[in-house]
């Protein structure tokens, strides 16, 4: 028996269960059209990330295998993006151009069935997503090895906008060129986080060589497309897009480099089950005042997961606090802390609840 008559009852198996899987879809489709006419009586949201990431760790806990959650999770999230997109398209804001790590984070969170809008900074997709321009937008928040995002943090406590999701992705940066060489180059680009991340081995192989930070990596990548004297440090994808050639993969100093983005909008999220509330605070200068302060997330059991602090520039030495908690807005235990919490603040700003990524 030949290879082909034994794959043949197998592949007949596979088009019948392709047939079944098919059915299945445009069935849920249709059912998901359903609730799109009930969203639009009575004027509810089209996205809702606490109900998607419900599903998605859902699947995850009934998954039987062969296939890896994460994979299985990949699927999900695509079939329910093109089903919210049958309700409407929703538009989404990124720091681009494409080929950004933060585009990445936007089909991580939303699927593929989405408007990517490439901006050309993060206050820019502050102000499409304030202008309604957007319906959300992605910002990144914190990077795994360099720390926060200054100038989102900065941003945040501006707007009007909540945070209503967040997305984690791996960040894997390359070293690419036009030409597949670095003979020629005399300038090295790439966002100054990346540049940062990236140190040890630049000094290591290309010390001599001049280093530009840039808007975005994308930008990095576009640029080093136009230019053979210019090498970008972006992600693999970026350079396909910009037809760059990889001279060096895997080049950042942390192999565990992982960069945490904001999903802003105008949502408030209900409770998912996995949580957590982000907060901007600030204090009196003196003696005690930050321990007393957070005494009642201690007091009420609520867990506190990041403690940043920023300065309040106005030159009297005080600082603006931004922290993140587990648990919702929702939770009682949440709601009596920050009750507590608010009057011993000398400024607060819940910036929004929302699940955890994923």
Not at 29 to 48: C, I, S
Request: net charge neutral; with cysteine; charged share 20%.
């Amino acid at each position: 028996m030949t290879t082909d008559d034994k794959l043949k009852p197998l592949r007949e198996q596979i088009d019948a269960i392709d047939a079944q899987i098919l059915d299945l879809l445009n069935r849920r489709a249709r059912v998901a059209q359903e609730v799109g006419h009930v969203k639009a009586e009575t004027n509810a949201p089209v996205f809702r990330p606490e109900r998607e990431a419900q599903v998605l760790r859902s699947v995850a806990e009934r998954n039987p295998g062969p296939l890896l959650n994460t994979d299985i999770q990949t699927v999900f999230r695509e079939v329910m993006s093109a089903c919210r997109a049958l309700e409407k398209r929703v538009t989404v804001a990124y720091l681009g151009p494409v080929g950004t790590f933060s585009e990445q984070a936007v089909y991580q969170q939303f699927g593929r069935a989405v408007d990517a809008m490439p901006c050309a900074s993060i206050d820019e997709v502050f102000r499409a997503t304030e202008a309604g321009t957007a319906d959300f937008g992605v910002v990144p928040i914190e990077n795994s090895s360099e720390g926060v995002i200054n100038r989102t943090l900065d941003l945040l406590l501006q707007t009007t906008l909540t945070i209503s999701g967040e997305v984690s992705i791996q960040v894997n940066h390359s070293l690419m060129t036009r030409t597949g060489s670095m003979t020629g180059v005399k300038t090295i680009c790439a966002h100054s986080q990346a540049l940062a991340q990236c140190q040890v081995w630049l000094n290591q192989n290309y010390p001599n060589i001049e280093r530009m930070a840039v808007a975005s990596n994308g930008e990095a990548a576009r640029l080093a497309g136009e230019d053979p004297s210019i090498a970008a440090i972006a992600s693999e994808i970026a350079g396909q897009k910009y037809n760059l050639q990889v001279i060096k993969a895997h080049i950042q100093d942390d192999p565990h480099n992982r960069t945490r983005f904001a999903v802003i909008g105008r949502l408030q999220t209900s409770a998912s089950g996995k949580d957590q509330t982000s907060l901007v605070l600030s204090v009196p200068n003196k003696a005690g005042a930050v321990y007393n302060l957070l005494a009642p997330l201690a007091k009420h059991g609520v867990s506190m997961t990041r403690f940043e602090s920023r300065p309040a520039r106005m030159g009297t030495w005080e600082y603006y606090f931004y922290v993140d908690v587990e648990g919702h807005l929702q939770d009682a235990k949440v709601e009596n802390a920050l009750k507590e919490l608010k009057d011993n603040a000398a400024f607060f700003k819940v910036l929004g609840s929302y699940p955890f990524s994923l």
